[in-house]
């Protein structure tokens, strides 16, 4: 409890004042302009690390999203202990989801395709339990104390996986190029 | 990783400098009809901000001389303002230069020769070396003094800001603590519940700076109050300072100064060894005495609840 003894001013004093609410409010904005001051610290010490996005919705940090340049088996594994250690921002983060590159992952529709293709849930989630949490987050048992979660969403590689594992369907470019010029013939 | 080290121009002086700066750029307006700080506040600022519109300077809240400024930071583009970015640059990429500038900052790679660091190195040096604060005398936070039976949080329009909340709720309180065995002070913003005319629960979290100061205190200095100094209306980079994810070694008062392109401005309190930001608009001074804590809330939060 604070005791305030003395109170100063300025002249004709201004209160500077905000809410906090369900998103989007003020801190939502901050926070989504911090994820920018964010990803350049996080590629320093990740240069793997393509691109990094805590959605309003999630509170501005309860859940993050990264993209990620795979490198060797168990490559997003590492990832996630490194954000969950390496700013004090990220210590309450209770899920973070690790894509490739090739997700963009601003896109929820984009990162849900990626979670329902490339994800077996056995074996691609990682919980951790009895870490630090937010005591306001009444969902955790214990205030103060909770789980977070690791969501592997990358393609799995030969270590990884036996099985052979699809690859995302994408049109040669050359046909592109051929209905490109097609195109004002076709009357669509 | 390229760090842009161009020269920053002073973007402003104080809030006040700010403010005038975005009403000229029609990013602030003046709502000169009566808005009770009670509930009323908070819808007109949340429907402003679900547009996207300007800051709000309420002229006359009710039951108050006072004005509010509200939404502040309610746009990226404001923020990045704020953080001194150039008016014509994009504002996500002035962020991003901000980000590259902290990483350096924050994990410093040797230079790679003499060249490198000529080239790299000391236009950063030579950039945050001289940001090192400034105390001043006759700071304007300290025009007036209210003490005794003149300290009383009523004066002030602090927002009630949902229906259920407790009490009225300081939000933008940037508070200044020293921990027992340290020369830095450390800056931090945590919500405040107003509980008496001179009485407030401060809601810090365990991890956080103020609250590791408190508890280094009471184990050192067992028995004897905790000085505390909260500033309302700093410089935007002196506020965003405080939240902002900057290094141990860097202080939030350089690193204001590094954004805004001025030295930080600070006045030593007039109770205790504080140094608050020269420009704040308001500042609260004030101890925490051992053993005295309180149950907080409820309130309304940023998740919804």
Redesign the interface.
Known sequence: ???????????D??????????????????G???N??????L???FPEIEDFYLPPEG??YRLAVVSMKKQYPGHAKRVMFGIWSV???F?YTKFIVVTDDDVDIREWKEVVWALTTRVDAARDILVVENT?I?????ASPIA?LGSKMGIDATNKWPAETSRAWGRPIAMQSEVKRRVDLLWKDLGL | MDVKVAKREMRYRDLRDFLSQLERAGELKRVRAEVDPNLEMTEVCDRVLKSGGPALLFEKPKGHSIPVLGNLFGTTRRVALAMGADPRADPLEALRDIGALLAVLKEPEPPRGFRDAFERWIPIVKQVMPMSPKEVSGAPCQELTWEGKGVDLARLPIQTCWPGDAGPLITWGLTITRGPLKERQNLGIYRQQVIASNKLIMRWLPHRGGAADFREHSEARAGEPFPVAVALGADPATILAAVAPIPDTLSEYQFAGLLRGSRTEIARCRGSDLHVPASSEIVLEGVIHPGESAAEGPFGDHTGY
């Not at chain 1, 409890?1 to 300025?10: A, E, G, N, S």
């Not at chain 1, 004093?13 to 901050?30: F, M, Q």
């Open positions: 409890m604070f005791t305030v003894d003395r109170i100063t001013l300025r002249r004093a201004i209160y500077h004042s905000t809410y906090t609410g369900k998103p989007p409010d003020e801190p939502a904005v901050l989504a302009a911090l920018e001051v964010f990803v350049p610290i590629r320093k010490q509170c501005s700013l004090r921002q210590m630090p937010d005591y306001l987050d009444f103060g």
